[in-house]
Structure formats: structure tokens, C-alpha cells
């Protein structure tokens, strides 16, 4: 005879008391109400943003986002327990204490996990947003996107999804917390230089010579190539999928030991690097056969700097979260960062 498990109580699935859902819920939307202002007064007065970050559409996306975020905010808190420390909660104590008291490690966690999120987020969900437009646009014009392109922007667009949803969703029940946050300016400027704004500042110092989609002499060359291409960025979705709920920039939120990271520590890092450097080779190709082997050799520094850029990445990364027991096992058990039995 079979049995049929009884509904679970409301108490268990939303144990918060109404007068902590409205703390909570008053905590993070002055937050997101502060940095959205924030980024509305850059996207109307700084061109930079709204013409080459944000876009109109991303922009748009942002609001939808935002609105949606806020009604939902309630029911969300309702699952957290009443003993549970909000990190916005944390947030505005250790402004409110900062002249009588330096922040406590779980406020100062909170402080920096409110600017991993208040930076990403937004970029997150206008790529996202925009990305889907342009490819839904050539699903429905047939011709203007061709195959590499359609099954790159898919690829990106998945890993986009998990990163997106994952900066907006923290809770325990998900055993996604963020533990720690990255404490160092070295650890933060390595993160930033790859992302806009700052990426900025980084192509003008660096160059920037790979093409998304290169073009080599020949159908024998750009057919493996471009395949090799994608396969190297579906492996970097690959491990974004295999983080979860857990992806996310400058972060400990548990040690994920599965998927790609089951046989290398970045596999996500270094196949965005050879996904640059086989996209450099026809620009390089060409420099040097028009006798510019200066300007051949600037791209060759350009890119092993940026691969430099993300070894620091790596490097800072596994320095903050080997504070983790569980990461240091991980260590252990998975020795190559890169590139197996190499280093």
C-alpha cells in the first residue's frame, strides 16, 4: 500500500516572522534603489555607458529586471529563518556602527559581497538581455547570422543565464552563500581589468587583437578552427553550468570538485585564453606576412598579457579560498590548474 507524504507546513517552507520579511525587504531594496540611481545618472550623462555597456535595450532590461526583483523580494525573505543574517541587513549595521567600530569578518563579507553584486548584476543581465535579442533577430531573419555565430551566442548566452541568476539568488536552502569575498586590491584590480568599465583602460594599455569570428585562407583551416572555437567555449559554459547557483566573480561560496573542475582547477580561464589565441593567429598570419613583424610581435605580448592578467586571477582566487578546508582538499585531489600534468 503506498503512502502519500504530507505537505510540508507553511511554517517550514516560510518560517519568517512579517516584522523580519520587512527588514530585510527594506535593507535590499534601498540598495538596489541606490545603485540603480547610481547607474541611471552613468547611462544619462556618461556616453561611454550608455553607448557601449548598457545600450538602450540593456538599459530597459535593467528596469524590467529591477521591478520584477522587488515584487518578488518578499516572498523570497519569507523562506529565510528569523535567526538568518541578511547580507544587506549586514551591510547597513556595519555602516551604521563604522565610526564607534570597525565591521565584524561576517559585515566586511557583506560590504564586499554587496559590490561584487552591485558591479556584475547589471552587466550580467544587459548582455543577457541584449545577446537574446540579437540572436532571436537571426533566428527570425534567416541569413543574417550564420551558423558559428548562432552557436556561439547560444553557448555565451547559457553561461550569462547561471551567472545572472546566480549574482541575484543567495539563500541557505541552496547552500549558496557567499562564505568570503575576495579581501585583497590585487585579487579586485585582476577581476576588473576584464570587465567594462575598466576593460577600457586595459585594451588601451594591452591591445586587443583576437576576432570573434577570424577569418583564415581557407575553408581547411577556418572550418577546424572556428569548431575548436566553440568547443573551447562550450567547456567555459561547461564549467559556468557546473557552478550553478554558486557561479560568481571574487567568491567562496562552496567548492565545486565536478565537471570540468574535476580534472583541472580554471578550466574556465584557460579555455578562454586559447579561444583569444586561436583567434589572434590569422591577424598575426597577416602582420607577418606584409613584413609588420613589430606589430606581429605587439599582438603576441598583447595576448600572452592578457593571459597573464587571468593567471594573476587564478592565482588570487586560489590564495583567498584556500582559507576553506574544503578547498584546500580540493587541491589535493585536483593538482593542475591549467593544463593537465603540466601546471
Known amino acids: 500500500m503506498s503512502t502519500v ?12 516572522s512579517m516584522r523580519e520579511v520587512l527588514r530585510n525587504y527594506a535593507s535590499a531594496a ?4 541606490i545603485g540603480f540611481a547610481f547607474y541611471t545618472a552613468l547611462f544619462t550623462f556618461v556616453p561611454f555607458y550608455r553607448e557601449r555597456i548598457f545600450t538602450p535595450t540593456g538599459f530597459f532590461a535593467i528596469e524590467v529586471v529591477m521591478i520584477g526583483y522587488l515584487a518578488l523580494l518578499p516572498l523570497f525573505y519569507a523562506t529565510f529563518p528569523d535567526d538568518y543574517p541578511a547580507k544587506c541587513r549586514l551591510f547597513w549595521r556595519a555602516l551604521a556602527n563604522l565610526r564607534s567600530r570597525r565591521p565584524t569578518p561576517k559585515e566586511a563579507t557583506a560590504i564586499r559581497a554587496v559590490g561584487v553584486k552591485a558591479f556584475f548584476m547589471p552587466l550580467m543581465i544587459a548582455w543577457l538581455f541584449t545577446g537574446s535579442i540579437g540572436l532571436g533577430h537571426g533566428l527570425l531573419n534567416p541569413g543574417t547570422l550564420g551558423l ?4 556561439m551566442s547560444v553557448i555565451v548566452l547559457v553561461d550569462l543565464s547561471f551567472f545572472t541568476v546566480a549574482y541575484g539568488v543567495e539563500h541557505p536552502r541552496l547552500k549558496n552563500e557567499i562564505r568570503s569575498v575576495e579581501p585583497t586590491v590585487l585579487g579586485w584590480a585582476a577581476a576588473l581589468a576584464c ?4 576593460q577600457l583602460a586595459t585594451v588601451a594599455a594591452l591591445g586587443w587583437f583576437p576576432l570573434e569570428h577570424p577569418e583564415y585562407e581557407s575553408y581547411g583551416l577556418q572550418i577546424p578552427a572556428g569548431l575548436l572555437m566553440l568547443g573551447l567555449m562550450a567547456i567555459y559554459t561547461w564549467a559556468s553550468v557546473s557552478l550553478g547557483l554558486k557561479a560568481s566573480n571574487l567568491t567562496n561560496r562552496g ?4 565537471g570540468p573542475y574535476a580534472v583541472i582547477r580554471h578550466p574556465a580561464y ?5 579561444f583569444w589565441w586561436v583567434a589572434a593567429v590569422p591577424v598575426v598570419h597577416r602582420l607577418v606576412l606584409s613584413g609588420d613583424s613589430g606589430a606581429a610581435i605587439l599582438a603576441v605580448l598583447s595576448l600572452a598579457a592578457w593571459t597573464g592578467i587571468y593567471t594573476v586571477r587564478a592565482l588570487t582566487e586560489e590564495r583567498h579560498l584556500k582559507a576553506d578546508p574544503d578547498y584546500r582538499a580540493y587541491c589535493d585531489r585536483v593538482k593542475w590548474r591549467y593544463i593537465p600534468r603540466l601546471w
Open 5 to 16: 507524504s504530507a505537505p510540508a507546513p507553511r511554517a517550514a517552507i516560510f518560517p519568517a
Open 148 to 151: 558559428y555565430e548562432m552557436a
Open 270 to 274: 584557460i579555455c578562454k585564453n586559447l
Open 30 to 33: 534601498s540598495l538596489i534603489m
Open 255 to 258: 567548492t565545486v570538485d565536478h
Open 195 to 198: 570587465y567594462p568599465p575598466f
